[in-house]
């Protein structure tokens, strides 16, 4: 098998979309506005208008490095050529630690909404979650192994009968039954909860930095990665929006239910046979970000080999695909050693999903701290590089 050292630009604006909204969208949607309904009371619908401002600040930069940086494995490039050694060292191990903790929860995360759909009893829970975790670890690790263009497109395909299809069928299914009277009072318990909640939904935009580390791959990237992130936080925050102001509208706030399948079942506002149907969809979706997340992380560890921090043949792109296989294999093992040995100690105290979350939990701090040096990033560039601010198509 003959190794070369280039990828190729095969990301169109849409597949460039479908990734952020994919790799951006996870489970939490269907758990955070029902369990937090009683908390926030019927304005829980506001909580994701406030949380997306920081998101947009964050898209807003990733727009701008981008667009004047359109390398594969962004992330660390761009911290490690702008804020130094410290920078990049630092990067290149939170990349591993947000690897581990992002392939082990969404592939235990899959298991378990799978095992809901089929009956799966709950001493067996754990165990079926992570088998179906490896499973489709092992599925998603070899469909990124396809051309860059091909990939991308299952992606769209993913995110559109996943994400959106499971979305749009439950805002639907949900208007007979809405009733505005459920939004009298707006706030029973102040606005206090509200901005409180807002900012633990900020975690339900976080992502949109790895469209940095596929940078390298998408078409016109000086046009086209602004665009796509314009398109998505548009999108995210509408129908974000829309699925938690249906969730109040139908179940009263101080009448709670922990998630939003719970809410399907006891309103009856889909057969049981269709609720089955929405777990599975549930469950593409997360896959929806399994995908991504391996193409966006890949290209990471490709260009941390290529700077001598790992071995040199994780740097090697096939010749025919055009992916970085070695890195994807790394990438395979990381998340397998995560999920054989966190959801099966964390899982008997705290069970399988509530384990998933705590790993989720870990990525989004992760995420949150690898902003900083991008943010710094983002100030420098303009003086370090002005060649490349100038290439920019988008500039602060």
């Known amino acids: 098998m003959t190794e070369e050292k280039e990828l190729k630009r095969g990301l169109n604006l849409p597949m460039a979309i479908f990734i952020i909204v994919g790799m951006v969208i996870g489970a939490s949607i269907w758990i955070n506005p029902a369990e937090k309904l009683s908390e926030t009371g019927p304005a829980i619908f506001l909580c994701y208008i406030i949380a997306v401002i920081p998101a947009i600040f964050v898209a807003y930069n990733s727009a701008y490095l981008g667009s004047a940086f359109p390398i594969a494995g962004g992330s660390y490039v761009i911290t490690s050529r702008l804020t130094g050694a410290f920078g990049g060292f630092m990067t290149v191990w939170l990349i ?10 969404l592939g235990a995360s899959f298991g378990f909404f799978i095992g809901q759909a089929i009956g799966i009893p709950a001493d067996g829970m754990v165990w079926f979650s992570v088998l179906i975790g490896l499973i489709v670890l092992i599925v998603f690790y070899f469909l990124n192994w396809i051309r860059i263009e091909l990939s991308g497109l299952i992606e769209l395909i993913i995110t559109i009968f996943g994400d959106i299809l499971v979305m749009v069928i439950f805002i639907i299914a949900a208007i007979p039954a809405f009733d505005p009277g459920n939004f009298v009072p707006l706030f029973p318990e102040g606005f206090s909860p509200v901005l409180f909640t807002a900012l633990t939904f900020y975690f339900s935009y976080v992502g949109f930095t790895l469209i940095l580390d596929v940078a390298g791959e998408v078409k016109n990237p000086q046009k086209n990665i602004p665009r796509a992130l314009f398109i998505s936080i548009i999108f995210l925050v509408v129908i974000y929006t829309i699925q938690s102001l249906m969730v109040a ?16 079942l006891s309103g009856g506002l889909l057969p049981q046979g269709v609720v089955i149907f929405i777990s599975i969809l549930i469950a593409v979706a997360i896959a929806s970000t399994i995908h991504p997340s391996y193409m966006a992380f890949s290209r990471d560890i490709m260009m941390i080999a290529r700077e001598d921090l790992f071995p040199k043949k994780l740097g090697d792109v096939n010749a025919k695909q055009k992916t970085p296989i070695p890195a994807l294999t790394l990438l395979l093992v990381v998340g397998i050693i995560f999920l054989f040995t966190f959801i099966p100690i964390l899982a008997p105290s705290y069970g399988v999903y509530t384990s998933a979350v705590l790993l989720s939990a870990i990525v989004g701090v992760v995420v949150l701290i690898l902003q900083i040096p991008l943010s710094i990033a983002a100030i420098i560039l303009p003086k370090k590089f002005p060649e490349w601010h100038e290439k920019s198509k988008f500039k602060p």
Do not use: M
Not at 96 to 105: H, W
Not at 249 to 258: F, K, R, T
């Open 96 to 105: 591993i630690l947000a690897v581990g903790c992002t392939l082990s929860y």
């Open 249 to 264: 509208g139908v179940q009263p706030y101080n009448n709670p239910v922990g998630t939003v399948v719970e809410l399907i």
